[in-house]
């Protein structure tokens, strides 16, 4: 079984930055795209960035310019560095990876809160 688990949530004011970090664990599996998603009440599960296998990166139109995805691939591990945070970027922030011939899988989540 191939686990993702995501840290580096936290409370922050407005402004501020956190680095969220997402670590795959387990054997016999690669990977291909990996990203990250964030979900508010109410709201359908969004994506934020996602980083390929050749480093093509996408992002929300909503953190272009604040946040930075980047993949470590000898530590199976994607990070996401979100400055200049609002409070709408609130959220649970989810870890996904697509495993190459395994298909998907999901972290367990991680709370982001903004203060005003």
């Known amino acids: 079984q191939v686990q993702l688990v995501e840290s580096g949530g936290g409370l922050v004011q407005a402004g501020g930055s956190l680095r969220l970090s997402c670590a795959a664990s387990?054997?016999?599996?690669?990977?291909?795209?990996m990203g990250w998603y964030r979900q508010s009440p109410g709201k359908q599960r969004e994506l934020v960035a996602r980083?390929?296998?050749?480093?093509?990166?996408r992002y929300a139109d909503s953190v272009q310019g604040r946040f930075t995805i980047s993949r470590d691939n000898a530590k199976n591990t994607v990070y996401l560095q979100m400055n200049s945070l609002r409070p709408e970027d609130t959220a649970v922030y989810y870890c996904?990876?697509?495993?190459?011939?395994?298909?998907?899988?999901w972290g367990q989540g991680t709370q982001v809160t903004v203060s005003s």
């Open positions: 387990g054997s016999g599996f690669s990977i291909n795209t």
């Open positions: 996904h990876a697509d495993l190459i011939f395994r298909g998907g899988r």
């Open positions: 980083i390929d296998g050749d480093g093509y990166k």
